[in-house]
């Protein structure tokens, strides 16, 4: 297994994901500004890319008010701090519904902005998420959780 450097580790759960969406929705805007013969046509690109960002909304909407039922802490630099594990509503669609709120907002963009390259950081998100945010909150809720939150992993997918 390849080692993580010590000085990247330094990058986990330290910035906030909303500082991490509007990075990579700039990121977006100028690599389309850059690259304006990678600009494609697309019939309706606002309506679509207002349904595409709504989905977000409502996946963002959903997992906020499942913690708050659940009375647990939505901070997400603070997972061990949670006092519950939720499994239910969104949850059970994804173990991630946030994030993928955030990935559906910066989709939405991205079809918004109509360009491959802007395309080209939609996954380079997920990577950024999937090592730095959501690695540690997954120690963080086994260590608190241990069997439960391993069941749960094997239940629902980390995205979809």
Known sequence: MLKTPKILNILELKIPPLVIFLAFATTMWLLAKAAPTATYTLPAKKLLATGIAAAGGVFAGAAIFSFIRAKTTIHPSHPGKSTALVTSGVYAITR??????????????????????????????????NRFQILPEERALTALFAEEFADYCKRVRRWL
């Open 96 to 129: 991630n519904p946030m994030y993928l709120a955030i990935l559906l907002v910066l989709a939405g963009w991205a079809t918004y902005l109509a360009n491959l390259a802007a395309l080209i950081v939609l996954p380079l998100f997920v990577a950024y998420l």
